[in-house]
């Protein structure tokens, strides 16, 4: 299991993942258990659960899909499997599916390396399987939520090989570049979530790209308007098959200071031997928020 999905801090909607019960849980509860009544919803929680946003009251399920159901023998789990489980995740009182990143990716980060926001990745299946789970899915009315990841794409994504390519090219602005302060020196003291520094030396133009986590996970350039537009459009490509919402990966890495000012050091070294530092300046920034309304 990658180590990002360990980290999930800052999320579009705050999930909380129910487990199957036990099977023979209810003959194992004490007497005194089995006797105790059922909390009491009174008139005015049952009024304000109606007006809250669905997600607020639902039992919703993570599914990691290359290990969750393989239907065709490949080794694989894919979606053809998870639309197999519908009725046992029904039984169990699901009300949402959260499903991991399916898109393609070289998968350097379990599928959080982003190549086309648009597809699928062949290993899961077709777009064909996936409205075919849509439609199974609402016929149980239970929801679907797509893992998405708006911070940084693959380097093997179309924008970022055409962001390389010069300094001229128009999705050069898509990632963030700069200069280094000197030969061999990156921009600033930035690190990465997975150890040493968070800026990558590119030969072909001679300047650093930054990646909050793996060197293969460029930064997008969310001060872009492009980019912005770009991935509100494959999200929307997502909502109109049916999507209920998405869970948004890393989303308080979405801006970092402007003015590359260096993060503050702390006391101590991390597990990867760099200084501690305090992630002032490329973690929660305040334009995380404005973008989210």
């Known amino acids: 299991m990658s180590k990002k999905l360990t980290k999930f801090s800052s999320l579009a909607i ?11 849980w209810a003959q194992q509860t ?6 105790t009544a059922a909390p009491r919803v009174t008139h005015r929680q049952s009024r304000q659960f109606a007006q809250d946003p669905w997600w607020k009251h639902v039992v919703i399920y993570e599914i990691y899909p290359r290990s969750f159901q393989d239907s065709n ?11 197999s489980r519908l009725d046992y995740l029904h039984d169990l009182g699901i009300d949402a599916i959260w499903i991991t990143p399916m898109y393609p990716s070289p ?15 062949p290993l899961y299946g077709t777009l064909a399987d996936f409205d075919r789970l849509m439609a199974e899915a609402k016929k149980r009315n239970i929801r679907v939520i797509m893992d998405f990841v708006p911070n940084h794409t693959s380097d093997q994504h179309p924008w970022f090989k055409e962001s390389r390519s010069s300094r001229t090219n128009p999705k050069r602005d898509w990632y963030i570049w700069r200069d280094g302060k000197g030969p061999g ?8 979530w997975f ?9 072909a133009t001679n300047q650093y790209y930054y990646h909050h986590f793996y060197t293969e996970q460029p930064d997008l ?22 999507v209920a919402g998405f869970r948004l990966d890393a989303v308080s890495r ?23 530092i305090a992630h002032r300046h490329t973690d929660n920034l305040p334009e995380v928020h404005e973008c989210g309304r």
């Open 30 to 35: 004490s007497p005194r258990s089995q006797q």
């Open 73 to 83: 023998g490949d080794g694989v789990g894919d979606i053809n499997g998870i639309t």
């Open 254 to 276: 979405l801006f970092e200071d402007p003015n590359l000012h260096d993060d503050p050091i702390l006391p101590g070294k991390n597990a990867y031997g760099d200084p501690n």
């Open 185 to 192: 020196q990156p921009p600033n003291n930035w690190q990465s």
């Open 221 to 242: 350039n969310w001060r872009n308007p492009e980019v912005r537009k770009a991935m509100y459009d494959a999200m929307r490509f997502w909502l109109d098959r049916g």
């Open 107 to 121: 998968l350097v980060d379990f599928g959080y390396d982003v190549s086309d926001y648009t597809a699928l990745d």
């Open 14 to 24: 705050m999930i909380a993942l129910w487990f199957a019960a036990i099977p023979g």
């Open 195 to 203: 150890g040493h520094s968070a800026w990558q030396f590119d030969p």
